[in-house]
T-cell receptor, first 115, second 109 residues
Framework: ETGVTQTPRHLVMGMTNKKSLKCEQHLGHNAMYWYKQSAKKPLELMFV???????ENNSVPSRFSPECPNSSHLFLHLHTLQPEDSALYLCASSQDPGGPYNEQFFGPGTRLTVL | GQNIDQPTEMTATEGAIVQINCTYQ??????LFWYQQHAGEAPTFLSY??LDGLEEKGRFSSFLSRSKGYSYLLLKELQMKDSASYLC??????????WGAGTKLIIKP
């Protein structure tokens, strides 16, 4: 496998459920990101991890809980979500979190629907 | 605040040329990226500009004017497969990417 993979591709959950999104990168990168993409809105950066350490948390509600056990894997744990959390959740990776020309490579995303 | 503006939607004809504009106001500037995103797929990198001028890569070119806070993506010899959303993103002084909402490009035969 190459690039950035995400599972599941689609997820429907109730507001009381607990679920997790998984991301894996096979590029040897050091930084990983979670983004939220809603229709007709800019990508919203949620979390950044550099060498497994969280370096950014853009005021994300605590019902979203990230986990980065190593530089290749990233999880987003979800609990008691709201319908407005329905969106496409994208994972990305890059060689470094900072520095110029820091191209990010994206996974295909998880389409989340909260009922 | 930081802001990236690009048109919501554009329509063009197969074989023609289209220019997608992006204007930005950010805290610092460390480069501008263009990404392509087909419906239901991951965004993929198209180009990066950090100096003023035109960067050409096959049918796609990207232009930057830092003094004007302006960039454009030029697509030539349009093909049906170019129908996608095109995302403009600027790296600010903290090396964080600030994203535009994307331009949906519709190609008609």
């Amino acid at each position: 496998e190459t690039g950035v993979t995400q599972t599941p591709r689609h997820l429907v959950m109730g507001m009381t459920n607990k679920k997790s999104l998984k991301c894996e990168q096979h590029l040897g990168h050091n930084a990983m990101y979670w983004y939220k993409q809603s229709a007709k809105k800019p990508l919203e950066l949620m979390f950044v991890y550099n060498f497994k350490e969280q370096t950014e948390n853009n005021s994300v509600p605590s019902r979203f809980s990230p986990e980065c056990p190593n530089s290749s894997h990233l999880f987003l744990h979800l609990h008691t979500l709201q319908p407005e959390d329905s969106a496409l959740y994208l994972c990305a990776s890059s060689q470094d979190p900072g520095g110029p020309y820091n191209e990010q490579f994206f996974g295909p995303g998880t389409r989340l629907t909260v009922l | 605040g930081q802001n990236i503006d690009q048109p919501t939607e554009m329509t063009a004809t197969e074989g023609a040329i289209v220019q997608i504009n992006c204007t930005y106001q950010t805290s610092g500037f460390n480069g501008l990226f263009w990404y392509q995103q087909h419906a239901g797929e991951a965004p993929t990198f198209l180009s990066y500009n950090v100096l003023d001028g035109l960067e050409e890569k096959g049918r796609f070119s990207s232009f930057l004017s830092r003094s004007k806070g302006y960039s454009y993506l030029l697509l030539k010899e349009l093909q049906m497969k170019d129908s996608a959303s095109y995302l403009c993103a600027v790296m600010d002084s903290n090396y964080q990417l600030i994203w535009g909402a994307g331009t949906k490009l519709i190609i008609k035969p």
